[in-house]
């Protein structure tokens, strides 16, 4: 390529004829010209410049529409200001990250819409944490928000980057009690395009479509960033659209004639269950070459489930496309050969220390673990397997994943412990993540980090348990949270160990609290929360996850969990009929949705496990019988049927007064 920096690439692209379309809804679409994008741009850098925003700035990106992202994200990068994208989220942990990532940063702009700034606001106010409300009022100060942007045909002065200067920085996704950002200079996002077209083969034929979030490194760097590059016709649909109406993306990729998708496991299970024994409609999916299958680990049993419903469309097997990368490589570190039907293997379970060899099975048993290739390494991009020693492996043999080449970060943003215990000796980064390469293919076995990988994003289990510890009685090291993979399941459990010697009576309170503060906190849905006398520890006091989950999957809790079952069906409030025609609607909804139990008016839905997909879903359907009426994170607010009856209630009233 013959740009250095993304803003020369803007330069060599600015009069492409080629356009960015938006999708907001079924027939709610619209495209921006290259050349549109490029104006806008400008225009929202003059408002940054008139704020005093100068070249080396941090600008906090906290925008749910995606046409808004990209404009700004270019007017950072055209000025020299550093873009950090961050998600919005609708939980506390969402915000607690976001005010600690602003007080990381040191003092950051930040582009955002009022709702969203007010609702920082109310929440700092009201934190414990004193260093908050300190922290948003230093970011309100240095705020631009979208409402304020009228008027963008004055153009900002662009800022001639140098290949060594940082683009953007992408804090991780999952930790939010202390959230690290990788520095992505404009070298390493140019080297990892290079190496990514190369083994990709993309060019201006190619249609690309994406549901990601471009706060995710796929999301932005593989479907905005690389197919800009490549002039590729791009399409990009939210997130929180996808969720809702997952059939559309597929009715989308099918009207646009799309070569290139992509979803990690988390999107292709959502895309069936809607789908459910329905036939997906006359799609074609024939010009399908690519999708993209990454972000967490791959499940052999869905690809084949996805690529099996979907054959008649006309999707080959060919264009299953699973990868490997992760932000510290800005995005890519290897591909499969493109036009080959994806590779599995069946590996032995139980002989996948670090260090030993493999042991391929010839077929599916009780101790096989069905692994993808995720290919070979990228152009401009090295990868090795090595032992704890960090010294390289022979091929064959289990050891932790090392990367280096130009698309590899040089560190954290102000993480010097971090990094020092993030780089080996001879200058190869530490993934984190183990493997081995056989056949000259890289397989992903597991993680070094433990790291949880559930609905298609990962977290970490120390944030989950200090969540968890706010239960009353809750001690440090007296919970464990755990992602358990069942066999013949496609996605990490969400599983909560609580150290417990008293009757599983007295249990059932404490694990509902603690059911209610992860759902509350984080969106995310508890299967299973489990009393254990003892917590196994190593002799230097690290918890053994891996121990409570084999213990998990042999079933050793089994009897406990059916007494504590039993307990709290006894215990349930019997869900009756409310003679209330807008509560008895709350409750038909949400009994439709959460179909683990049934619910009562004065259930508490983080209490009996609504994740936010499932709020999405309630949501949803509430908005169809009373549209624009609620926003989603009310029901955060009125979280049993009986108070958001009440609550929607009342705003009907305010509506027809």
């Known amino acids: ?91 506390d942990e969402h915000r607690h990250k976001l005010l600690r990532i602003a007080r990381k940063l040191g003092q950051p702009f930040i582009y955002t819409d009022r709702k969203t700034l007010d609702r920082i606001g109310a929440f700092a106010t009201q934190s414990s944490d004193p260093t908050e409300a300190a922290t948003f009022a230093a970011l309100k100060a240095r705020a631009f928000l979208v409402e304020d942007l009228h008027d963008i045909s004055v153009k900002g002065t662009p800022h001639a980057a140098r290949p060594e200067d940082t683009a953007f920085i992408q804090f991780s996704s999952g930790s939010t009690s202390d959230p690290k950002g990788v520095v992505l200079t404009h070298a390493n996002l140019i080297a990892n395009i290079d190496g990514s077209t190369q083994a990709g083969g993309f060019n201006e034929t190619d249609t690309s479509l994406s549901w990601m979030p471009l706060t995710h490194d796929m999301g932005l760097i593989g479907f905005h960033l690389v197919m800009f590059a490549n002039r590729v016709h791009a399409h990009l649909m939210p997130t929180e659209l996808f969720v809702r109406r997952p059939l559309l993306w597929l009715a989308i990729a099918s009207q646009h004639k799309a070569t290139i998708l992509c979803s990690p496991n988390f999107g292709y299970r959502h895309y069936l269950k809607v789908l459910g024994e329905r036939s997906p409609g006359n799609l074609d999916l024939s010009a399908v070459r690519l999708i993209f299958n990454g972000a967490e680990p791959i499940s052999v049993e869905l690809c084949e489930e996805f690529l099996a419903r979907l054959s008649a469309l006309g999707l080959n097997r060919d264009a299953m496309f699973p990868v490997y990368g992760l932000a510290e490589a800005s995005l890519a570190v290897s591909f499969p050969p493109v036009g080959r039907p994806y590779k599995a293997i069946q590996l032995n379970r139980h002989k996948l220390g670090i260090g030993e060899k493999a042991e391929v099975l010839a077929h599916a048993s009780r101790d096989a673990l069905g692994l993808v290739s995720v290919g070979t390494v990228i152009p401009l991009c090295e990868l090795r397997i090595a032992g704890n020693d960090d010294a390289a492996l022979e091929d064959g043999r289990i050891g932790h994943i090392h990367i280096r080449g130009g698309n590899v970060t040089a560190g954290y943003f102000e993480e010097p412990e971090a990094n020092a215990a993030t780089f080996t000796a001879d200058g190869w980064l530490k993934t984190g993540d183990l493997g081995l390469i056989l056949d000259g293919e890289t397989y992903i076995t597991g993680r070094a980090k433990e790291i949880l990988f559930v609905n298609g994003q990962n977290y970490y289990p120390h944030d989950l348990e200090s969540v968890a510890q706010r239960a009353q009685g809750m001690e440090l090291g007296k919970v464990v949270v755990a992602g358990v993979r069942p066999p013949g ?108 139990r049934p619910v009562a008016a004065s259930d508490n839905l983080f209490e009996i496990g609504a994740s936010s997909l499932k709020l999405i879903e309630i949501h949803e359907q509430i908005d169809k019988d009373y549209p624009g009426v609620l926003d989603l994170t009310e029901l955060f607010d009125h979280p049993t049927i009986a108070e958001l009856s009440t609550h929607l209630t009342r705003k009907l009233a305010e509506a027809a007064g």
């Not at 404009?71 to 990068?77: H, I, K, L, P, R």
């Not at 215990?571 to 709350?586: F, G, N």
């Not at 038909?588 to 949705?593: E, M, Y």
């Open 1 to 91: 390529m013959q740009a250095k920096t993304l803003t020369e690439l803007m330069a060599l692209n600015r009069d492409a004829p080629r356009s960015i379309t938006y999708h907001n809804g079924e027939n709610d679409s619209h495209a921006v010209s290259f050349a549109q994008l490029h104006d806008r741009a400008l225009g929202i850098l003059h408002h940054l410049q008139q704020l005093g925003a100068t070249p080396g700035d941090t600008l906090i990106l906290l925008l749910g529409n995606n046409e808004q992202f990209v404009d700004a994200f270019w007017g950072g990068v055209l000025g020299g200001i550093i873009p950090v994208p961050v998600a919005i989220g609708i939980s």
């Open 489 to 596: 399941a496609e996605t990490d459990q969400l599983v909560v160990f609580l150290l417990h010697r008293g009757d599983a009576a007295e249990f059932v309170p404490l694990a509902a609290e603690v059911t209610q503060l992860i759902n509350e906190h984080t969106g995310l849905e508890v299967a299973d929360v489990v009393p254990v006398k003892r917590i196994p520890k190593t002799t230097s006091g690290k918890i053994q996850r891996h121990l409570l989950e084999q213990n998990y999957i042999d079933g050793e809790f089994t009897a406990d969990l059916a007494e504590i079952a039993q307990l709290r069906s006894a215990q349930a409030s019997v869900a009756t009929q409310s003679t209330d025609v807008i509560e008895a609607r709350l409750l038909q909804i949400c009994n439709s949705v959460l179909t683990n």
